[in-house]
Structures are given as C-alpha cells and as structure tokens.
C-alpha cells in the first residue's frame, strides 16, 4: 500500500496507528467546543487516503436492484437540495483501551475521544434515490431491493486490497427523517481528504463503519452487504465467545450505537485538591434518542446527582425538543464536591420513549 501521500494532519493528535491513520484528539477537546474542529476530529482508515485529481470526472454509480441505474456527478448533486445536519460520529471501537483492562479485544485501541459532532452537509440519500426511481419510504424495490450498499475507492487489506464498503437498510435510505447524507461539506467546508473529499456518507446515529468515504458506488442490493465490515468485525459477542470459538453468523451487524458518557475535563487518573471540582464531559446515544438525564457519582456509585446538559452554551437542553439536534451529542456539566481518592463515575440515560 502506498502511503506515500497522505494529507497533513494536526500535531495536537494521538496517533493509535500510522499506517493506516489512526487518530484522536486529547478527550479534554472534546468538551472545548460543541462542533468539533476538523483538526480535533478523530480520524479512522483502514488504508491510504484515496487522491482524487478531478472532481469535475469524479461520479458515484448506482446501480443494482433499481430501475434506472445512472452515474451521478458532483454537479448532479449540488444540483439537489442542500441539507445540513449536526450529527456525532462515534466509531464502534470507542474505548476499546479500556474494555481491554477487563478483557482483551482486537483491533485498534481507542480512548474516549474516537467521537466527534459536526456539521455535516450535502444531498439527502433519500433524493438521490429519487434519481434512480426509489421514492422515498420504499422498504423494497420490485426487484427486490432491500439494502443500500456504499462502496468506497479505498483499499484495505481486511477485503484483500478492495474496497471498504457497508450497508443500510433501504428503508432508512429512503427515509427523508432518517437524514442519510451524502456530505462534501463538514463543518462549512469542503470535506478534507481524511474526512471523504469529494464525498462520503453520513448515518447519523449509526456507528461509523457505516458512513463509508470516498463513495464509488451505491449497489441496492437484496441482502446486505456481505463485506468484512459488516460481517466479520463490528459486532458484539459475550464474554464466553473468544476468537477460536467464534461464529460470526450467529450475530447482526452493529448498526445505531448504545449510549455513551465519557468525562473529559479529567483524565483517568488525575491529582486534584479535594473542594470543588466542575466535571464536564460528553453523552451521546445513538437512533436519535435523546439524552435524557446524565448523572455524577464522587463516591464511587453510591450516591448520584444530576449534571446539567446543553448542546449550544448556555442553552438548556431537552430531550426530543425541537430546538434540540436530535443526531447530535450534549456536554454535561456538574460541580462536585471532592474529598481524598475517590472514583468519579458518569452514567447518561438515553431516551427511549419514541
Ligand atoms: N470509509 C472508508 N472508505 N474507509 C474506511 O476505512 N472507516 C469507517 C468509516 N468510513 C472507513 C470509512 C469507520 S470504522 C469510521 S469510525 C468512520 O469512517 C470514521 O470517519 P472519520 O475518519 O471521518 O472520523
Ligand atoms: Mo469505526
């Protein structure tokens, strides 16, 4: 593989793999700002950065279980309507490091900061589909379509030097409320190389093996994607499976992801004089639920209250309010009072009354 051009990246990064890139920023960024910079966003490949010269040549085909299968150009798509959605990406490998405290897993090892909310831009799959005589909310096509499946024109050697890839179900795809992106901007500029220039996708409340960057095609396809991604990684087991035991068959792809906290003013082990002490952090839950309470634990778990949440600073934040980013995470923030070593613990509880 050839890494001999890959897009300069910020110095403030841990880097958990070189090759591929493999990065996040200090877990105190991530409580800096409510959009995370692109600079501070975690970057996840699993090969070199794809290089395209010429986005005027550059198009994606959709093909497939579809009645009119057409190769659609960057101008196609700026020619649909342009929709903005803040939505966090967090990657299903989020804290790995300290899951493997209680037991080994494979794969890249993440802190607390392979997540990021940002400000993502373009067509709505949901259109695009349109192009191709999908309308919108179709579960299945006539001939028998059921999943959308995104290539990508990046190769790893998890799919023996192809191409990254994953699917939705065709019904999220095709569902306007869904707010499947096809994104060529994040945070209001043009998506960088890293992040999918010239386009990626975006599966808000998905964990982010879904959203596939550096899009080549989009197959409809009958049953879902049968690529490495989906089949032979990204998925949850219990503690009895190991990796000589394992049957992947017996269990679906991860798609939205579990709630999460994290506190992030702090690291995990921290020196700090006992009084008051602001915690702050993030919480995020994946299929839109909301978060609908965060509390902070100084004693270990024994006794809880209840930390504030806001998206935009100084905003109150509820839970399924419509002034609420619905894809997006909030910051929490309590002010605690601290004696000698003692365990902080943060719990967010995700809203599941939809
Ligand atoms: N798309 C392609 N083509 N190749 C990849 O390696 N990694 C996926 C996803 N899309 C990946 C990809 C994973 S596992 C995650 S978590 C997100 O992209 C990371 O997106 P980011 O690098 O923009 O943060
Ligand atoms: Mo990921």
């Not at 619905?326 to 902080?344: C, G």
Request: aromatic residues 8%; glycine residues 8%; contains cysteine.
């Amino acid at each position: 593989s050839d890494y001999s051009r890959e897009p300069p990246r910020h110095l403030s990064l841990q880097i958990n793999s070189k090759e591929p890139f493999n990065a996040e920023p200090h877990r105190s960024a991530l409580v800096d700002s409510y959009v995370t910079p692109v600079d501070s966003f975690y970057k996840r490949n699993h090969g070199p950065i794809p290089i395209v010269e010429d986005v005027e040549k550059y198009s994606i085909s959709i093909q497939g279980l579809v009645d009119y299968p057409k190769q659609i150009f960057m101008k196609d798509i700026l020619e649909l309507p342009k929709h903005t959605v803040t939505a966090t990406l967090q990657c299903a490998g989020n804290r790995r490091t300290a899951m493997s405290k209680v037991q080994k897993v494979r794969g890249v090892g993440w802190g607390v900061s392979a997540i990021g909310n940002a400000v993502w831009a373009g067509a709505k799959l949901a259109d695009v589909l349109e192009l191709v005589g999908i309308p919108i909310l179709t579960a299945s096509t006539k001939s028998g379509g059921k999943h959308v499946e995104f290539v990508s024109i990046d190769k790893c050697k998890e799919e023996n030097g192809g191409p990254y890839k994953a699917s939705i179900p065709l019904s999220q795809a095709s569902n306007p409320d869904a707010d499947v992106l096809l994104a060529y901007e994040m945070n209001g500029e043009t998506l960088n190389r890293d992040h999918g220039y010239p386009i990626r996708a975006i599966v808000p409340g998905v964990i982010g093996a879904r959203s596939v960057k550096w899009l080549d095609s989009i197959n409809v396809i009958a049953e879902e994607c049968q690529g490495f991604f989906m089949q032979k990684d990204y998925k949850m087991f219990p503690p009895s499976v190991n990796w000589d035991n394992i049957n992947w068959a017996t269990r679906r792809p991860q798609m939205d992801f579990p709630v999460q906290s994290a506190i992030c003013s702090l690291e995990d082990v921290n020196m700090v004089k006992p009084g008051k002490v602001t915690v702050r952090g993030y919480a995020a839950s994946g299929g839109g639920r909301g978060i609908e309470r965060v509390d902070i634990s100084v004693d270990g778990g024994k006794n809880w209250v209840e930390a504030s949440r806001f998206q935009k600073p100084g905003i109150p934040y509820i839970s399924e309010h419509p002034s609420s980013d619905k894809w997006a995470w909030v910051h929490f923030e309590a002010s605690v009072d601290i004696s000698n070593n003692t365990d902080i613990i943060a719990k967010a509880v995700s809203n599941t009354n939809l």
